[in-house]
């Protein structure tokens, strides 16, 4: 579908010989300089007006305000609903609920693109 948007900034992050994320003097993670990606995801995820849809939205909003993103326009938390639908549930993990035949009931699973 085309209205879905994953992405992972993992691989956009400065490493150091260990391979750990370089923080700025500002404590912000350091960003590869040369990706334009960036600018663009930080207009959509600061985008008030488009609804997105999270899955444990504190840490992804920790996680991208430590490199400078301010998330908006919060449409929803899979990892809270899961939480009100089933509260004994022993695992919110999205791998856990999306191989979960209850949760994913009447669910078309979409293949992967690279």
Not at 33 to 46: D, S
Not at 94 to 104: E, K, N, P, R
């Amino acid at each position: 579908r085309k209205d879905r948007l994953f992405f992972d900034v993992w691989q956009e992050l400065e490493l150091d010989a260990m391979g750990r994320p370089i923080m700025d003097p500002t404590g912000k993670l350091r960003l590869k300089p040369h990706h334009p990606i960036i600018q663009v995801l930080k207009t959509f995820i600061e985008d008030p007006g488009i609804l997105k849809t999270w899955h444990n939205y504190s840490f992804d909003s920790h996680v991208l305000g430590n490199l400078g993103i301010n998330c908006r326009g919060l449409g929803g938390d899979t990892m809270q609903m899961a939480r009100l639908q089933h509260a004994s549930r022993s695992s919110y993990a999205l791998a856990s609920l999306s191989t979960h035949q209850h949760v994913m009931a009447g669910i078309t699973k979409l293949p992967l693109i690279e």
